[in-house]
């Protein structure tokens, strides 16, 4: 009998039928977030399930007795109770390996966009108020031979360096381990510790996943510690920022100005922060291209397939559930 899989959204039709061949599968049609209790409704009788923008947690996992894999579309896994999966030895997996660049890709564009006020200036056009070349028409920031400052040094944070190698940037870097010799050469990085990287950096972009330890990781003392100038940055996770506090930072001028791309309650964003002109904002969409969400399903749909197979999937979270 082939084995019964969920998928939480209608995934691009070349990845339902990879799935559909080998499994009995059901897929929720809405490009919606299901509740805690369709999860569980849903996961009742599955061997497998596909997490895309939906929350695993432990009640789900509980009306989930034959539950053998969880694959999770994307490479935070904050949304699924991995804990409480490697109890069940239950192996989780992510889609590491597809999305940096992608994801690295909107992080500058981000950066570049709030350094050079892009959003500003369009909507300027597009309000018919640009009536004549000013001298001082909004006059931006430099960025090549700034200092970029990553927080979280892993494979977003090292593809925005190279991006900031590219602008002729100094990169400095803050991650618990330093990282390989051969990639500090090459991308010529140096580990600092925190007070450093927030007090050194012109750019500083994060790129932590969001646990316990990094939950309001940059707060107002961190905002604080920040040049006037400086801009921040996040397509971390929202909460790994305290919005409250960047808010103020902004509106007192304590900070330059930011780009973001991931809030603390999506889809709501602080009222404050929608006010603000220097701040551009966008509806987490780092991995958000064609090719790379392609990508990122049908790699989370090898891993769910290779763990029905009782095979391990190349992108296991927990790998103690194989030990
Ligand atoms: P990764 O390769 O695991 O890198 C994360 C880095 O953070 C690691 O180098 C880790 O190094 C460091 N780190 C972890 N805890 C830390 C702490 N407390 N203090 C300082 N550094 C810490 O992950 P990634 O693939 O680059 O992805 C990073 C995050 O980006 C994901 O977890 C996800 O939340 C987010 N993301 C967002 C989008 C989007 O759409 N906006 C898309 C993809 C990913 P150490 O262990 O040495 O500290």
Redesign the pocket.
Known sequence: MKPKIFVTRPLPAPVLERLAAPCDLEYHPQDTPLSTAQMAEACREVEGVMVCGARLDEEVLRHAPRLRVVSNV???Y?NIDVAGCTRRRIPVTNT?GV??ET?AD?AFALLLAVARRVVEGDRYVRDRRWKQWEWGLLWGADVHHKTLGI???????QAVARRGRGFTMRILY????RAPEAVERELDAQLVDPQTLLGESDFLSL?????P??HH?IGARELGLMKPTAFLIN???GKVLDEEALARALESRAIAGAGL??FEQEPQVHPALVEIPNVVLMP?????TAETRLNMAMLAAENLLAALHGRRPPNVVNPEVYA
């Not at 803050?174 to 381990?177: E, F």
């Not at 790129?207 to 646990?211: A, D, E, M, Q, S």
């Not at 987490?284 to 958000?288: A, D, I, P, Q």
């Open positions: 994307g490479v935070g904050d590491a999305l940096e994801t909107l927080y979280g040094f892993g494979r977003i944070g803050h991650s618990r381990h790129h932590v996943p969001l646990t330890e990094t990781l397509t971390a996770r791309d991931v987490h969409v780092g991995s958000g």
